[in-house]
């Protein structure tokens, strides 16, 4: 209808191609402007047939010319106004119809996109934490295969039976790995914290959170250990250890 840009009517046929629901509802809209033009279509008033026949009656051309010669009527100012407001509101339906049309494509893709989007946040989610869950594997493979490093079992003490972790130790380099096995989440304003003893005394290693996944945590380092002790303590760790709460105990092969 000339409504559209080149620009556009080819972006238009370039989707009509992609999308065939679209093709329908094109289809769909020429056949209700079809229907529209059919059910609106005007029939002249009887007055303007009595014009033409007046105007036809007082033309100079009218008496000049023989009865057999044909007769040449200029209809063009009449129709365009006997037109005039059928096509105008034909226009106007055209263009709601259009518009109908255009904002469905438009909410069809708005919502194509949104839901390609959130299946691409999900699989990168997924991605995330296998990539990170492989990352540990590797790190933990790593650490066990070092012939420098010391793997300590931590079994639970009577306070907590079922509690274990194991800690991995390089003596050479101080370095200290932490991997829980079973501990339980604790409220918002505790933590684990773990303890090396040595020479009988306790020092500070660092606090740290159970979670559901096995993880390695990197905790603080000691040369020195005799063994190695949880107990859970407030939010931020303790000066000294809670031995009443200790949660699991592990000793070396290092003597006192």
Not at 138 to 162: C, H, L, R
Not at 178 to 200: E, F, G, R
Not at 218 to 229: D, I, P
């Amino acid at each position: 209808m000339g409504l559209a840009s080149e620009s556009e009517r080819a972006e238009f046929d370039q989707l009509c191609t992609q999308y065939p629901e679209l093709v329908a509802a094109r289809r769909d809209f020429e056949e209700k402007l079809e229907k529209y033009a059919s059910e609106n279509a005007e029939i002249p008033p009887s007055t303007v047939k009595v014009k033409v026949l007046e105007a036809i009656g007082n033309s100079p051309s009218r008496k000049s010319t023989s009865p057999n010669s044909p007769k040449i009527i200029n209809m063009e100012n009449s129709s365009s106004s006997v037109r005039g407001s059928g096509g105008s509101r034909f226009i106007a339906a055209a263009s709601v119809i259009l518009l109908i049309v255009l904002a469905w494509f438009a909410y069809q893709s708005y919502t194509q996109n949104a839901d390609l989007k959130n299946k691409n946040a999900a699989l990168e989610a997924k991605y995330n934490s296998t990539d990170s869950i492989l990352k540990q594997i590797i790190e933990e493979q790593k650490i066990v295969k070092d012939p420098n490093v010391t793997v300590v079992n931590m079994v639970g003490t009577q306070t907590a039976p079922k509690s274990s972790a194991n800690i991995y130790w390089d003596s050479t380099s101080s370095n200290v790995f932490l991997v829980v096995k079973n501990m339980p989440k604790l409220p918002s304003d505790q933590q684990y914290q773990l303890w090396a003893l040595i020479d009988s005394k306790p020092k500070d290693l660092g606090v740290f959170d159970a979670t559901d996944e096995k993880v390695i945590l990197k905790m603080k380092n000691t040369q020195k250990a005799q063994a190695f002790a949880i107990t859970i303590e407030q939010k931020g760790g303790s000066p000294s250890p809670t031995l009443k709460k200790m949660q699991s105990l592990g000793k070396t092969t290092q003597t006192q």
